[in-house]
């Protein structure tokens, strides 16, 4: 039987043939002394924005390393912060620790429980809503509900609380003997509370 055979057609020769070393087109790496090929992109600096350095995968690494991300920085205070994250902002144990010769640049972590964070948030967020309510215009009928209390328009929460429970003992047909204008003023004092509450005054 020869290899022209209709048997041996479609079959594959077990053989391996020598590969061909794959040579890379391009530019070449640009750190010194080396020879291979460049495709990774560098930042040149924050000066020369859109200009880039091609280095290999190995010295691209060293590179970022050493590379400062932060243009309002300084060089000194780069390189502290550089080698403080390298080795961390605290001593290693073994070392003998002195007086702190420089001040610790402020962490990034968050400290604290993310609930006793978010009621935090929460009370900023509640004080500063409060006070643009006290900034803002006073509408008509909120105007009249603060001056039915008797208060001033920049009257805290806690005063307007207060002032309305005044009023209700003091006009409460139980205490005036069912006088007809006391009840009156009780509905208003009411109705102004209800007025100011809705409008997150209280």
């Known amino acids: 039987m020869t290899t022209d055979s209709k048997i041996f057609v479609g079959l594959r020769s077990t053989k391996k043939k020598p590969v061909a070393q794959r040579v890379e087109s391009g530019p070449k790496c640009q750190w010194d002394g080396c020879e291979k090929h460049g495709a990774h992109r560098a930042p040149v600096g924050c000066d020369a924005d859109g200009l880039y350095l091609l280095f290999c995968q190995e010295h691209v690494k060293d590179y970022n390393r050493g590379y400062n991300y932060q243009t309002s920085l300084s060089d000194p205070v780069t390189a502290r912060y550089q080698r403080e994250a390298a080795s961390g902002a605290r001593a290693t144990v073994g070392t003998a620790t002195t007086q702190a010769k420089e001040i610790p640049l402020p962490l990034k972590t968050r400290s604290g429980s993310a609930k006793a964070l978010n009621a935090r948030k929460a009370a900023a967020e509640r004080q500063a809503a409060a006070a643009d309510l006290q900034k803002r215009k006073l509408k008509v009928l909120e105007a009249k509900a603060f001056e039915t209390l008797d208060l001033s328009p920049d009257a805290t929460p806690e005063e307007i609380r207060r002032r309305y429970k005044e009023r209700l003992k003091m006009h409460h047909p139980d205490a ?27």
């Open 176 to 202: 005036n003997q069912g006088d007809r204008d006391s009840e009156d003023k009780l509905r208003a004092s009411i109705d102004a509370h209800k007025i100011l509450k809705l409008n997150g005054f209280c």
